[in-house]
């Protein structure tokens, strides 16, 4: 049982497809593509499965509703969920079906071992079951006599001849598992639940249904037509059957057992229990972590389809990017805590954490060594004149990655981005500016090369969790994210020697409230609205500067507002339509109702920035902005002094 396997195996649940893809299992997947990205970059061979899983009451229930066969319904879900992995770019191995032959002959095989072995006896079955959750109960389990504990719909009475697994037998084997393994479940709070209901007792499990048939039927040497096997009996053998198990055993060799399954905390039970008293029948190793996350709700409330607030993981990767939503699911929530899914606690992790700490870090590193060393950067003197820095640094990544497999993925980030503090803080401590006025190139230039250093090591370690942006960072820190880097820069601690900077776009835009399709609309904040930055700008430093050139990329024009109104429900924005002499007439949304009303603005001019890229506010585009000033007294529309021609370019 202790085999442990030196390449690492990860995996999702597979998905029932009675439904769309919602937030949770995107949850589940960006962690499982996360893990399996990194050990890839460490250069562990890695095997990363998902899947549907498509049998049982449930599903057959659904197709049938919508008119469908059960094979019909489980093709067109399958396939959308395969899809939407595909668009985030997750990096399966393999995505695996219930209704895969393969698959069917694997749980066949598994059931025959398992009933040689004298782990499966015939009874009958009577007590109650809840289609939902595809879970039996006893009465006594049951709320009010009738719920389900566990989703709390009504249950079905169900009194049928039914194949039993002796999962009783395997109570104490599994305590003594639970013991001897202090991380075979994660987080440790769930490991104690688990251990104290398997110390209340477990009753042999009925793994054969006979009153309904779509299921993988029994193998036909027990020569039972009538029965097909538990859905969640299937459904757990798809990770030994992705490997090959029951037709050639070569990447269970490879493979098994699993470095982690993750699951989330409604199925660690079927997880922590059935499951390992399964491959105990089945003589197979355990896997090393079952690991269990929380429940995500929307704005503090569950979702629900009736309620119309289930979250569209497409819908937000597509208005925030895919990569900032990666990190958001994966830097909100302390792994096994449940999390609430807010667009506002999404915008103040890109504009703060990914815009201003990362995106910002890499601006300073081009605008400096574009500025002082024509963008080439020279790693002789780091340690040198910042032993101190790096030390520091090396201090938090030593550990950073023992959080990885232990699933503390938020404490994971949290330490970087404490590394990125260390770079953001030596910048103001030693002032290349400075340094370069006192002619102290080899000092300014020492600071330049550690913080691009610093970079490179953090850009290695966020690549699992952020590839597309990492990438850029990479080609424009001039170096690859590959096990050989990751080895150098990461394990051996060494430093990027010589690299030449190349400018890149900013990576985190800072970015407004989307109206979402399913979205209740919430107020604009007030950041927003004030076009304000969430941290405080840092002092003046001279590589704040820019040369005319770059004055002259903001267009500015005179226009003339036409027409102002209100935007109801908000309390700070008027809708605007400026006319810039375009032939149309521009919508403009200003944050400025506090300080003007709609009728005395219109016919009076403005100065409006008008290369702005169009913005969504509360579901309207907003094509501008006026300039304004605000202080202590309040805000003022920036105007020109005496009515000028509309269009009029502002230099
Ligand atoms: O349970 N927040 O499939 P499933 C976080 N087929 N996670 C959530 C969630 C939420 N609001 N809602 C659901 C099944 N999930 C079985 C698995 S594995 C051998 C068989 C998670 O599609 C849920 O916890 O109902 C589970 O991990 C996953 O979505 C799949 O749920």
Redesign the pocket.
Same mark, same amino acid.
């Given at each position: 049982m202790e085999k442990s396997c030196k390449n690492v195996y990860i995996t999702t649940? /597979?998905?029932?497809v009675n439904?769309v893809a #919602?937030? $949770? #299992?995107a949850?589940?997947t960006i962690i499982a593509d996360m893990l399996a990205r990194y050990s890839r970059l460490t250069g562990s061979k890695t095997y990363f499965l998902t899947g549907t899983?498509e049998h049982g009451q449930k599903i057959a229930h659904s197709a049938e509703a919508r008119g469908k066969t059960p094979k019909e319904y489980a093709d067109e879900v399958s396939g959308k969920f395969k899809k939407l992995w595909d668009d985030f770019d997750i990096t399966y191995d393999k995505f695996i079906r219930t209704t895969d032959q393969e698959h069917k002959n694997g749980v066949q095989k598994a059931f025959e071992t398992m009933y040689k072995k004298g782990d499966i006896y015939k009874g009958d079955y009577e007590g109650f079951y809840c289609v939902s959750c595809e879970t039996f109960f006893t009465q006594k389990q049951l709320i009010d006599e009738q719920f389900c504990p566990d989703c709390g719909k009504p249950t079905n009475i169900v009194k049928e001849e039914s194949y039993f697994f002796k999962l009783s037998e395997y109570e104490d084997k599994l305590l003594k598992w639970y013991e001897e393994n202090e991380d075979c479940i994660l987080p440790r709070s769930k490991k104690n639940e688990i251990v104290n209901f398997v110390k209340s007792g477990l009753r042999d499990l009925s793994i054969s249904r006979t009153s309904f048939d779509w299921g993988v039927k029994l193998p036909e040497s027990m020569n039972e037509p009538k029965h097909v096997m538990y859905v969640?009996l299937d459904?757990?053998m798809?990770?030994i059957t992705a490997l090959g198990y029951g037709k050639d055993d070569i990447n269970m060799e490879e493979f098994w057992p699993a470095k982690v399954h993750l699951? $989330?905390?409604? /199925?660690l039970r079927?997880?922590a229990i059935y499951w390992p008293a399964f491959l105990m029948s089945l003589n197979l190793p355990l896997p090393k972590h079952i690991a269990a #996350? $929380?429940?995500?709700?929307r704005d503090g409330e569950k979702?629900s389809k009736s309620k119309g607030n289930v979250v569209n993981p497409k819908e937000i990767a597509d208005a925030y990017g895919l990569d900032s939503f990666r990190y958001f699911m994966l830097r909100e929530v302390p792994f096994g805590q449940d999390g609430d899914f807010s667009q506002k606690a999404l915008l103040d992790r890109i504009n703060s954490d990914l815009g201003n700490d990362l995106g910002n870090l890499l601006n300073r590193i081009s605008g400096m060594s574009g500025k002082y060393f024509d963008f080439k950067i020279d790693s002789k003197d780091v340690i040198k004149y910042h032993k101190k820095e790096l030390d520091e640094v090396y201090a938090i990544l030593d550990n950073v990655e023992s959080y990885i497999f232990n699933m503390q993925i938020n404490r994971f980030l949290e330490d970087i981005w404490k590394v990125l503090t260390v770079a953001n803080k030596a910048i103001g401590d030693y002032e290349p500016w400075a340094k370069m006025k006192d002619g102290k190139e080899d000092e300014a230039m020492a600071l330049v090369a550690l913080i691009t250093n610093i970079m490179a090591k953090v850009a290695l370690l966020l690549d699992s969790v952020m590839p597309e942006k990492i990438s850029k960072i990479a080609s424009s820190l001039g170096i690859s994210i590959d096990t050989i880097t990751y080895n150098k820069l990461i394990v051996n601690k060494e430093l990027v020697n010589k690299t030449t900077i190349t400018k890149v776009e900013q990576l985190f835009p800072r970015i407004e409230e989307v109206l979402l399709k399913q979205s209740i609309p919430s107020q604009v904040s007030k950041d927003q609205a004030e076009n304000k930055s969430s941290k405080k700008p840092e002092k003046e430093e001279d590589d704040n500067l820019i040369t005319i050139d770059k004055f002259f990329e903001t267009t500015l024009k005179i226009g003339t507002i036409v027409e102002a109104e209100e935007v109801p429900k908000s309390k700070k924005l008027l809708k605007l339509q400026v006319d810039l002499a375009e032939g149309r007439n521009r919508q403009v949304l200003a944050g400025i109702k506090e300080f003007y009303s709609a009728e005395e603005l219109v016919g009076t001019q403005a100065c409006v920035v008008a290369n702005l890229k169009p913005a969504k506010l509360m579901g309207m585009i907003s094509e501008g902005m006026l300039l304004a000033a605000k202080d202590e007294n309040g805000l003022s529309l920036i105007r020109p002094e005496t009515k000028k021609t509309i269009g009029t370019k502002i230099s």
């Open positions: 649940p /597979i998905y029932y439904d #919602h937030i $949770g #299992h949850y589940t899983d969640w459904a757990l798809n990770y699951v $989330g905390k409604d /199925i079927f997880h #996350h $929380g429940w995500w709700t979702m």
